[in-house]
T-cell receptor
Framework: EAQVTQNPRYLITVTGKKLTVTCSQN?????MSWYRQDPGLGLRQIYY???????DKGDVPEGYKVSRKEKRNFPLILESPSPNQTSLYFC???????????FGSGTRLTVV | AQSVTQLGSHVSVSEGALVLLRCNYS??????LFWYVQYPNQGLQLLLK??????LVKGINGFEAEFKKSETSFHLTKPSAHMSDAAEYFC????????????FGTGTQLKVEL
């Protein structure tokens, strides 16, 4: 089944403790992206990647890092999480014809 | 910079009534436009998309949307609401040739009442 898989689905952590949210897609897609969803703000793009080793900042990149060492994986790294990064995070991927993003099921992160 | 505006953060309709969710875009060139649906505790699912072909686009679950350049709108409609349509709906736009940046509206929560 074609899908984008995120892990974990839920995560509670403490301020300052580094964490990684993994994202993997099995569709051989070139484009991948991370979004955060907050009430009343919709989805905002954090980082995106056009292909392996090609990444760029989205609208809200502060406090986040990404890497794209393999085509299928696009992890999101929070080096020193803070409470304002409490949010619902989505990974998404798309092929070159850009029929629209396929989204993962989301990761609900709480930073206390 | 492109932007997407969804009028009405909450819309309530009766089962069997027309569903109309509004979306207006702001872009220097006609963008590609999308509607996504999000059910509780799930990711976003693509409902339909406009990519400069036919202006009336039909999607899944009986939804459709019409691209109106003169009104810069891409409203989502469904003739008869069903209880299972209750969800949050997001309109999004992408500038052709604009990489993979998808700009989302703030969402509309649809409630369907008996």
């Amino acid at each position: 089944e074609a899908q984008v898989t995120q892990n974990p689905r839920y995560l509670i952590t403490v301020t300052g403790k580094k964490l990684t949210v993994t994202c993997s897609q099995n569709m051989n897609h070139e484009y991948m992206s991370w979004y955060r969803q907050d009430p009343g703000l919709g989805l905002r793009q954090i980082y995106y990647s056009m292909n392996v080793e090609v990444t760029d900042k989205g609208d809200v990149p502060e406090g986040y890092k990404v890497s794209r060492k393999e085509k299928r994986n696009f992890p999101l790294i929070l080096e020193s999480p803070s409470p304002n990064q409490t949010s619902l995070y989505f990974c998404a991927s798309s092929g070159p014809s850009w029929d629209g993003y396929t989204f993962g099921s989301g990761t609900r992160l709480t930073v206390v | 910079a492109q932007s997407v505006t969804q009028l009405g953060s909450h819309v309530s309709v009766s089962e069997g009534a027309l569903v109309l969710l509004r979306c207006n875009y702001s872009s220097s060139v006609p963008p590609y436009l999308f509607w996504y649906v999000q059910y509780p505790n799930q990711g976003l699912q693509l409902l339909l998309k406009y990519t400069s072909a036919a202006t009336l686009v039909k999607g899944i679950n009986g939804f459709e949307a019409e691209f109106k350049k003169s009104e810069t709108s891409f409203h989502l409609t469904k003739p008869s609401a069903h209880m299972s349509d209750a969800a949050e709906y997001f309109c999004a736009s992408r500038t052709p040739g604009g990489g993979n940046k998808l700009t989302f509206g703030t969402g509309t929560q649809l409630k369907v009442e008996l």
